[in-house]
């Protein structure tokens, strides 16, 4: 014969159905978020860290002006290395009825580096066939079999694949945003290399044969290989390593900041979970304490109650971390894929199992409802049978006994009276709407402080347009200077074959030109500048190294600024002397102090700096530092007057091979449009999760002042009052209640989402100003006073299922 106890659990579940409900639906939504991106990010991660072995990705890369001599690729290996011909072709691309101006990078189908991964059909062969990059395609509606004009010629696609070195679709290493609408990698067959026409890049991706090299020795490793192509004959235009390349790295430095970011949601959303178990444990116990009182008097023991209080927590959690687990995996392991998967070229997805994400979203939730349940039943148990007859398991408390003043009205005494005797209730449901509006401002304030970011970092340019160069390049030349010096160039950097082919007067008149060159000064910039816009150009010098973070969040990326002493773009820096500037943003997130040293090391060089900040500059967002020029070269070791940069308002005409990139106000707008783009999908189910669990949980906090006035709503109704005029003597506490929660706990929510924010930005490079704006903090507001409105029309339906009976039993 079943217990007594066993048979109340499903007359238990049916009455306290809201309640159980709201459990069910807080955690499901909960594990299914958070475990749904984790998994997916975590999956993602792994499947990047193996991209490195299993597509015999790159260590760096280097290209020469001309394909380089064979003793000069010969000398390179001896170093240590295996290099690979990556010669490519930027050619146009478009489609009838499809993309039109875009452009692809065309390289012949490898073998050993950088190999392919198709996603869909396969390599292409012979002549008239092309695979191209995944995202691309996906943007521009491309798919196999499509036939597509590359500079003219008709191609089939007969493959839609990823390049490990294009994981994101820079069309150059400078650029500070991917372009995937009109930009893609593509590779063909060699009978079709062959046949290309047009200017043919000669890069060169070499693999190191010692794959565990530091930074450090790579960088030793690639000066040697410098020098070896130099003494070989081979012209050197760019050489960039496989850490410094924004194709291969961006994607997982992306998944990495992303998962603190969900990760501290979780750690918010764990924190109201508690919160609700803890107010539910309560209130469920003091329901039931004449129950309680009557079981322990009949024989019953302590632990056989708290196991059958338990049993349906532990029911209703179980079911939720199974639906949850279920959810996440298979309804949103597909739209938390594709935010990384519609902007990074990455291999095939798979899925992994991650025991870590599995306690985090599963076990931690499921252990707080039991733990939480357990620990409130024990406390309450400690009560004697009599206490829980007579209801005296809380704290007794004179506020609902207070003497109110006659001169009010029976309604508003009676409102009052239940404010008051319900007051420990209301304090919980501001804290709880104060924790619901947390995230919902988690959510909200996303894109406004990705957008703030991106109008901050455009104010803080120094200039229209900061060049950066590969090498010093002289603007404020003669024009017998640049003749010479292209005429140099040309010589330099022509083949044998051209310069044999070449008529002999004109190869003499080229070769007393160039011999007008300094050897010792800088290169002469061979394009033509106006006076007036050399005259205002300003050399500066820029160099990268890291500090730590605080929080253990890995190392900050700095540019560290030579400028001169009397700047006209940095006039707000004071440098000289010995003097360093450092960003307000860059001491705020690392915590410099003016007079204390702070470390910074170059991770390439192995060397490390101590550098003693003299003022801090600049707005919130500026993480750079700052001193002379002269000093610069002194920190460096490079020779006097050595600068790699020029600060112009107006724009200037550089020799391409010397130029690294120009910044400009433009850079800072695309930035914010892609951090818009890349974030928009994610913010949007933080805001709709938030909206759910800001009701579920709004909705459990109310119904406990509900729940806890039952017996007095049937003593109204006894009296003759109308279910109507019942809604507003309860509901109008609740709704103030609620409005005066929403707002008062607004500065609250502020600082707190200020707090985690900068958690969730420590990982990510520069200094993030969290950005509240007053909309969104009315949004804030009128979607919680939306919430509310719904949950107090399930109210008035509870109230009008109060029966008339509860006012007649006996509560002694």
């Not at 238990?12 to 997916?40: C, D, P, Q, R, W």
């Not at 850490?243 to 992306?254: F, K, L, M, R, S």
Request: glycine fraction near 8%; charged fraction near 20%; proline fraction near 3%.
């Amino acid at each position: 014969m079943p217990s007594p106890l066993v048979r109340r659990l499903p007359r238990e579940l049916k009455h306290n159905l809201g309640k159980y409900l709201g459990i069910f639906l807080l955690m499901t939504v909960s594990i299914t978020l958070v475990s749904g991106f984790l998994v997916a990010a975590s999956s993602i991660e792994r499947i990047i860290d193996g991209m490195r072995d299993a597509y015999v990705v790159e260590d760096g890369r280097f290209t020469t002006s001309f394909e380089a001599p064979v003793e000069a690729v010969e000398a390179v290996e001896d170093l240590g290395v295996t290099v690979h011909e990556n010669f490519s072709y930027d050619l146009a691309l478009a489609q009838d009825g499809g993309v039109q101006d875009a452009v692809v990078r065309i390289h012949q189908n490898r073998t050993g580096f950088n190999e392919a991964a198709y996603v869909e059909g396969r390599a292409p062969r012979g002549a008239d066939e092309i695979a191209l990059d995944r995202v691309f395609c996906e943007h521009n509606g491309i798919e196999v079999g499509d036939e597509v004009q590359v500079d003219g010629r008709a191609f089939a696609v007969s493959g839609i694949m990823t390049l490990p070195d294009y994981a994101a679709l820079f069309e150059k290493n400078s650029d500070f945003v991917m372009n995937t609408l009109t930009f893609s990698s593509g590779v063909v067959d060699a009978p079709a290399f062959d046949g290309l026409s047009g200017s043919e890049t000669f890069t060169y991706s070499f693999v190191c044969d010692d794959r565990g090299l530091s930074p450090a020795d790579r960088t030793d490793l690639e000066s040697d290989l410098v020098e070896a192509l130099g003494e070989n004959g081979a012209v050197l235009t760019d050489l960039v390593d496989a850490d410094a390349n924004q194709g291969i790295v961006y994607p997982g430095e992306d998944v990495e900041g992303d998962q603190l970011m969900w990760e501290v949601l979780l750690f918010l959303i764990v924190i109201i979970m508690a919160f609700v178990f803890v107010v539910l444990t309560s209130a469920t116990i003091d329901e039931e304490s004449a129950i309680i009182g009557t079981l322990l008097a009949s024989g019953y023991r302590k632990r056989e109650l708290i196991g059958h209080y338990l049993a349906l927590p532990l029911f209703v959690g179980l079911a939720a971390a199974v639906a949850g687990n279920v959810l996440g995996y298979t309804a949103l392991a597909e739209p938390m894929k594709n935010l990384y998967y519609n902007s990074y070229s990455l291999p095939p997805y798979e899925a992994f199992w991650n025991w870590r994400v599995f306690l985090l979203t599963t076990v931690l939730p499921f252990a707080l409802l039991i733990g939480i349940t357990f620990v409130g039943l024990c406390r309450k148990l400690r009560c004697t049978p009599l206490q829980f007859l007579r209801r005296e398991t809380a704290r007794a408390g004179v506020r609902g006994g207070m003497r109110l003043n006659q001169r009010l009205g029976f309604v508003a005494r009676f409102r009052l009276r239940v404010f008051l005797r319900n007051l420990s209730h209301f304090a919980t449901l501001f804290v709880g709407i104060a924790f619901a509006s947390l995230l919902l401002l988690f959510g909200l304030c996303m894109m406004p402080t990705m957008d703030h970011y991106a109008d901050s970092l455009r104010d803080n340019l120094a200039a229209e347009h900061q060049y950066t160069l590969k090498a010093p390049l002289e603007i404020d030349a003669s024009a017998e200077e640049r003749e010479a010096f292209a005429a140099a160039t040309t010589l330099a950097t022509a083949s044998q074959a051209d310069l044999e082919a070449m008529d002999p007067t004109e190869l003499a008149k080229l070769a007393q030109k160039a011999a007008g060159v300094d050897a010792d000064a800088n290169p002469v910039n061979t394009r033509e500048n106006a006076d007036a816009a050399i005259a205002q150009a300003e050399k500066y010098a820029a160099a990268q190294l890291e500090t730590a973070r605080p929080l253990d969040s890995g190392a900050e990326t700095v540019t560290v600024y030579g400028v001169q002493e009397d700047s006209r773009y940095w006039d707000d820096v004071d440098v000289g002397g010995g003097k360093v500037a450092v960003g307000r943003g860059l001491a705020e997130k690392c915590g410099m102090v003016v007079g204390e040293p702070a470390a910074f090391d170059d991770a390439y060089a192995d060397t490390s700096y101590d550098l003693v900040p003299t003022s801090v500059v600049g707005g919130s967002t500026d993480t750079t530092v700052y001193m002379s020029l002269d000093d610069f070269n002194e920190l460096f070791g490079n020779d006097a007057g050595h600068f790699n940069g020029y600060a112009s308002d107006e724009a200037l005409d550089l020799d391409e091979r010397y130029l690294a990139s120009d910044l400009t106000p433009a850079d800072m707008d695309k930035i914010g449009a892609q951090m818009r783009d890349s974030m928009g999908d994610m913010v949007g189910m933080l805001v709709a999760a938030a909206v759910l669990v800001y009701l579920v949980l709004m909705y459990l906090l109310t119904k406990t002042v509900i729940d806890r006035s039952a017996r007095a709503i049937s003593y109204m109704k006894v009296f003759g009052y109308r279910d109507g005029e019942i809604n507003k003597l309860y509901l109008h506490s609740i709704t103030v209640t609620v409005i005066a929660s929403l707002l008062v706990s607004l500065p609250l929510v502020i600082g707190g989402i200020t707090a985690l924010l900068k958690v969730v930005f420590m990982k990510y490079n520069g200094s993030i100003e969290v950005f509240t704006p007053a909309d969104r903090l009315v949004v804030v507001v009128l979607i919680g006073v939306a919430v509310y409105a719904v949950v107090a029309f399930l109210h008035t339906r509870r109230i009008k299922r109060v029966p008339l009976a509860l006012a007649l039993k006996v509560q002694e």
